[in-house]
């Protein structure tokens, strides 16, 4: 920027100054001066000694950064901001005159443009007509194509300090910065291409007895939803509410957990996003123990402190109380017998390392040596006496509890290997005092390989004997079957028979006068012998009935 117009500037200041007494009054002086000063055009543009020309825009824009700045001020920040382009790639005086003539004489001028604008304003520049800018000749304003990135990530740099809460200081603004700015960038239009879907949120809230199991799956949810600043939504579900200066200085992991844990709880799209994070908590607490705790901040919707609040509730001394005395009930009474096909040996360490978990979040952790005792002294199985001496005789796993059950699942995988190959019986525990099963029963695809073939062959025999047993059981009940379907062949004939006399009429038996056929009773149409007969067959009949039931 030019000295000599802020030389200008500076003794109509105290000019301006020494005519009033008050800061209000020099102030309203100041603006009478430059009024006349530029109707009059005493100076600008018509001096080829100062040789250089602003035009009114750029006159009004120094006008505003003289009241902001004293004039020594004025000047570093006009130089640092120079100094801020350079660093971008941009070298033209002309084309740094430019920023201060289309109104960004400073990046926080320059951050209020989005970054769809700043590609804009480069191609608005590079049209412009030829300037005189200073002691160099006149010339057209040009911004490399390369120096489009370096200016989103400056613009990007004042805008977290705002968000982060920093003093921006344009020389802080360095090469190192920019570097992790444009790669901050180009994660983020990464993330554009490759959305990830977060997982679904926890089933709507019981009680505060499982409210450990919804944080945790709430807080994955939130994790993986990104806010308006585009950092996760979860960086609201933080313990502390301002950062300090250890925090600041602190390394993370990656950006996002750096931002996670710096930013202020402040501005417009802090609170866009404590909203959002109300409206996904609402419905899971609706109507349930916890709403009682909550429904206070349904106007406000206030999500962070609604988290909280719940938080406390479900986190306090008595929660935590209770959580310690579960995780030390589990560790208690937790045994691996091999006996039991649900509760496998990765079961036994699954429950094992979530108490020694929860026992850490509640202030008590164990060490790994008294893990490894605990782990050790709950392997009951016999196959597992002589693991447990290889544990404790070796110190790489006597003083690690994941060397030690790597160790117990190492050699469990290497036994189921063998014992396929070989064909030996090495299942202990299906074994009762040495002795095998002499029956022929039903074996599971692992137990059938693991018999010899002289033990397949006897339980073959055994089934087919079985199996004949049952033929010869079968067959014994077939001549009842088959007199039961003799008798009720007969009393079918019987039947058809009446019917069929009775319909004719029936003659008079011996050419006598007596009762025909149509008398209802059997012993006077067959004879008290028939009858028997019929009565017998009947009694068959029900015999084989009873039997089939």
């Not at 560790?331 to 036994?348: E, M, N």
């Not at 005092?433 to 339980?459: C, N």
């Not at 004949?468 to 077939?478: G, M, P």
Request: with cysteine.
């Amino acid at each position: 920027m030019n000295i000599y117009l802020l030389s200008v500037l500076n003794v109509l200041w105290v000019t301006s100054g020494a005519l009033s007494g008050s800061s209000v009054q020099s102030l309203a002086v100041f603006y009478g001066i430059l009024s006349v000063f530029w109707r009059s055009r005493m100076v600008l543009g018509t001096t080829r000694e100062i040789s250089f020309s602003v035009s009114q825009n750029q006159f009004s824009h120094l006008l505003f950064a003289r009241l902001l700045y004293s004039p020594r001020l004025l000047v570093v920040v006009m130089a640092t901001f120079n100094a801020a382009l350079v660093r971008c790639g941009i070298i033209q005086p002309a084309a740094q005159l430019s920023f201060i003539d289309q109104g960004y004489p400073s990046m926080i001028a320059f951050s209020r443009l989005t970054e769809e604008e700043v590609e804009r304003f480069v191609k608005t520049v590079n049209k412009l007509p030829a300037v005189v800018a200073g002691a160099e000749p006149a010339a057209v304003p040009h911004i490399p194509f390369g120096s489009i990135k370096n200016l989103k990530a400056m613009r990007r740099y004042a805008i977290d300090c705002r968000r982060l809460g920093l003093r921006l200081v344009h020389n802080r603004f360095d090469l190192a910065t920019m570097n992790g700015l444009n790669a901050r960038m180009d994660f983020e239009a990464q993330l554009k291409v490759n959305e990830v879907k977060p997982p679904p949120l926890p089933e709507k809230f019981v009680s505060f007895t499982k409210w450990r199991t919804f944080s945790e799956g709430f807080t994955g949810h939130c994790s993986v939803l990104r806010g308006c600043m585009n950092i996760p939504l979860s960086y609201l579900l933080r313990e502390h509410d301002t950062p300090d200066d250890e925090m600041r200085a602190a390394t993370y992991a990656n950006s996002d957990a750096r931002y996670s844990a710096l930013v202020l709880f402040s501005g417009e799209e802090y609170a866009h996003d404590n909203i959002r994070l109300y409206d996904i908590l609402r419905p899971l607490t609706y109507n349930t123990a916890a709403w009682d705790y909550v429904k206070h901040l349904d106007k406000s919707k206030n999500g962070r402190k609604a988290f909280q609040t719940l938080s406390r509730r479900g986190e306090g001394d008595a929660a935590r109380s209770a959580r310690r005395s579960a995780a030390e009930d589990v560790i208690l009474k937790a045994q691996y017998t091999g006996k039991s096909k649900r509760f496998t040996l990765q079961s036994y360490i699954n429950l094992l390392q979530g108490a020694f978990t929860d026992l850490s979040e509640c202030g008590e952790p164990y060490s790994e040596e008294k893990k490894v005792e605990v782990f050790v002294c709950g392997l009951v199985s016999d196959r597992m006496h002589s693991y447990r001496t290889a544990i404790i005789q070796n110190d790489r796993t006597r003083l690690d509890f994941q060397e030690a059950y790597a160790f117990v699942e190492t050699m469990e995988g290497f036994n189921a290997v063998v014992s396929k190959s070989d064909g030996f019986d090495r299942n202990i525990s299906s074994v009762d005092a040495g002795k095998k099963k002499d029956d022929g029963t039903y074996r599971s695809k692992e137990e059938w390989s693991k018999l010899s073939f002289a033990d397949r062959k006897r339980i073959q025999s055994l089934r087919d004997k079985s199996k004949a047993n049952k033929k010869r059981k079968a067959e014994k009940k077939e001549p009842t079957r088959k007199l039961a379907e003799l008798a009720a062949e007969m009393i079918k004939d019987f039947k058809e028979s009446k019917e069929s006399e009775d319909s004719t009429g029936g003659a008079s038996q011996g050419g006598d006068s007596k009762k025909g056929n149509n008398d209802p009773k059997p012993s006077n149409q067959f004879g008290r012998q028939a009858h028997a007969v019929m009565k017998f067959a009947e009694g068959i009949v029900k015999l084989g009935e009873t039997k089939d039931s």
